[in-house]
């Protein structure tokens, strides 16, 4: 009887002291212990095995994708998919529109240039070739705030500052390729998408030095409108050992640029658009010509966690409420629907703080041990493959590629990264030597969170080896 007393107690009993490796890593990166929280569990335990600071609300920085993205799958289901629609206002009579031509938009957060060329290329094949009237939006699912991309971080043609909207083209970015011609001394630029209005004057320098670095620092990017045309003006110098490189940029307003690129895109397939843009509603009497499915809602969610994409998850946040009765859906609606998910699973966090399910803020909050519960509710749920499936793999793709590879826990855990100006966090599952999963979730919030990474990767290297030791 004794004996299992004794062995009763020992499970019972949690460590309340970061393991050695991580106190030493937090003192090199002179972190106190106050700012960091920790908790471990194995997925089935009844207690944690580690729990330091556990039930302080912190900013979580992207871990809270997860929040996001496990009440999506659970509330829409992994099929959930999004529709882009197109109607004529009126029928068309050999290959012409006498009218508009109206785009509905669903929420899709994936609704890519190539995307967006399907849609018209269904348009184009019902026959229809000149548009008169004008391109007219139906961004009226969700709510179009008066949003300043540059209030987060004084970033505002940072792809991951674009607000979201319900007709979401390509992430209201273009992709700039660079490409250093040594024998020329230049950098060609060439732009993808091109919409029609945006002028591109390159005026970057190809550099003599070795060092690559954080190249995007030695370059500027200007916009400046004259009417309807946006010039875009690149400056600087890049590096030419950096080889060629992709420097994603926003420009423009939602419309303007929905515009510019269904212009270019409809040359291209030899149509013409007479009109200009503008926001509505199409009539009762419009017809369909076109309808484009997005990817299925695991697909989304995978590049949302795998690649830590601000604006799909602040676009599935809207979606929540639009799908919980809202609409048009706005930010406090999603977070209803979130609140209202967690009350039905029973899943008490007090002190969680939404603002846009992103993680790209400065007040959202959660505890260590809040989101590990999350966690060990979802390893228990249907959605759980999915849900795992979207995490960065350590020392293999997304946010952990580069982290870990010459370590025992490489390929053996899915962790979601997050970072801000001073927060560093990881959340997700290890599976460690001996076969056993657990849960792992770290913040750090502090001026010198940027050094917290070695700690980070230690709790987990830890965990791999000792977890249940």
Request: glycine share 10%; net charge positive; proline share 5%.
């Amino acid at each position: 009887m004794l004996i299992v007393l004794l062995c009763l107690c020992a499970a019972s009993a949690y460590a309340d002291e970061f393991p050695p490796t991580v106190s030493q890593a937090l003192r090199n990166a002179a972190i106190p212990v106050g700012a960091a929280a920790v908790w471990v569990r194995e997925v089935d335990a009844a207690a944690p095995r580690l729990a330091v600071n556990a039930r302080t609300a912190m900013n979580p920085a992207s871990t809270m994708k997860l929040v996001t993205t496990f009440a999506a799958l659970d509330l829409l289901g992994p099929a959930y998919a999004w529709k882009t629609e197109a109607y004529a206002s009126a029928t068309p009579n050999d290959g012409v529109l006498a009218g508009d031509l109206h785009l509905k938009g669903g929420g899709d957060p994936k609704l890519t240039y190539d995307q967006f060329g399907r849609l018209l290329r269904q348009i184009r094949a019902r026959g229809i070739r000149e548009i008169r009237g004008d391109l007219v939006l139906d961004r009226s699912a969700f709510a179009l705030g008066a949003a300043d991309p540059a209030r987060f971080d004084a970033q505002p043609m940072r792809p991951y500052n674009v607000a979201p909207d319900a007709l979401m083209v390509n992430f209201k970015a273009v992709t700039l390729q660079l490409v250093p011609d040594a024998e020329l001394k230049t950098v060609n630029v060439s732009m993808e998408p091109a919409p029609t209005g945006v002028d591109l004057i390159n005026k970057i320098t190809l550099g003599n030095g070795h060092g690559c670095g954080d190249w995007k620092e030695r370059l500027r990017a200007d916009v400046f409108s004259h009417g309807p045309t946006t010039r875009l003006v690149l400056t600087g110098v890049l590096p030419a050992s950096c080889g060629e490189q992709r420097w994603n940029i926003a420009v423009q307003d939602h419309p303007q640029f929905v515009l510019g690129v269904f212009r270019q895109l409809w040359a291209e397939l030899g149509g013409t658009l007479s009109g200009g843009v503008r926001d509505g509603a199409a009539p009762a009497e419009a017809r369909a010509v076109g309808i484009l499915t997005s990817p299925s809602l695991a697909e989304v969610v995978r590049d949302i966690n795998k690649y830590s994409n601000n604006v799909m998850a602040r676009q599935l946040f809207l979606t929540l409420g639009m799908e919980a009765g809202r609409r048009p859906a706005t930010a406090e609606d999603g977070d209803a629907a979130i609140r209202s998910w967690l009350e039905a699973r029973a899943l008490s966090v007090p002190e969680l703080v939404l603002e846009n399910g992103s993680g790209l803020s400065r007040r959202e909050r959660i505890s260590a041990e809040g989101l590990g519960r999350l966690l060990q509710a979802a390893w228990k749920s249907s959605v759980m493959p999915e849900l795992i499936a979207s995490l960065p793999v350590t020392a293999t793709d997304g946010t952990m590629k580069k982290r870990l590879k010459q370590n025992g826990v490489a390929g053996q855990a899915h962790i979601k990264t997050g970072s801000l100006e001073g927060v560093r966090a990881i959340a997700g599952y290890v599976l460690d030597k001996s076969g056993r999963r657990w849960i792992v979730v770290f913040f750090v919030n502090h001026a010198n969170a940027g050094g917290a990474q070695a700690a980070q990767d230690a709790l987990l290297q830890w965990v791999y080896e000792r977890g249940g030791a």
